[in-house]
């Protein structure tokens, strides 16, 4: 069983950065994992995702929206994630949730975050 808990989330102003952590319990060694996002009244959407590959070894994937502003990453030590955001704005404002699953958590995820509350302040 997996269980993540995020934090760092908190009220910011446009430009501000924040990171997000996702402690994860359980074996997680291996999973992908990735951030998601949901604006009130909107659907939940992807925001930042990475997957393990033999080859390349982590393989990193971005939503459009994100790209060149927030950067996933590991601590195996840890056993957490982490959500790096820079240059904040206001449409980034959304509950922010962890996933994780031993597949391509950009289709679909098995475990789940409660959630941190991130708001950008225009």
């Known amino acids: 069983q997996v269980q993540l808990v995020e934090s760092g989330g908190g009220l910011v102003q446009a430009g501000g950065s924040l990171r997000l952590s996702c402690a994860a319990s359980?074996?997680?060694?291996?999973?992908?994992m990735g951030w998601f996002r949901q604006a009130p009244g909107k659907e939940r959407e992807f925001v930042a995702a990475?997957?393990?590959?033999?080859?390349?070894?982590?393989?990193?994937w971005y939503a459009d929206s994100v790209k060149g502003r927030f950067t996933i990453s590991r601590d195996n030590a840890k056993n957490a994630v982490y959500l790096q955001m820079n240059s904040l704005k206001p449409e980034d404002t959304a509950v922010y949730y962890c996933?994780?699953?031993?597949?391509?958590?950009?289709?679909?995820?098995?475990?789940w975050g409660q959630g941190t509350q991130v708001t950008v302040s225009s």
């Open positions: 996933a994780a699953d031993t597949t391509d958590v950009r289709r679909s995820a098995k475990y």
């Open positions: 359980g074996r997680t060694f291996g999973y992908a």
């Open positions: 990475f997957n393990w590959s033999g080859w390349s070894g982590l393989i990193t």
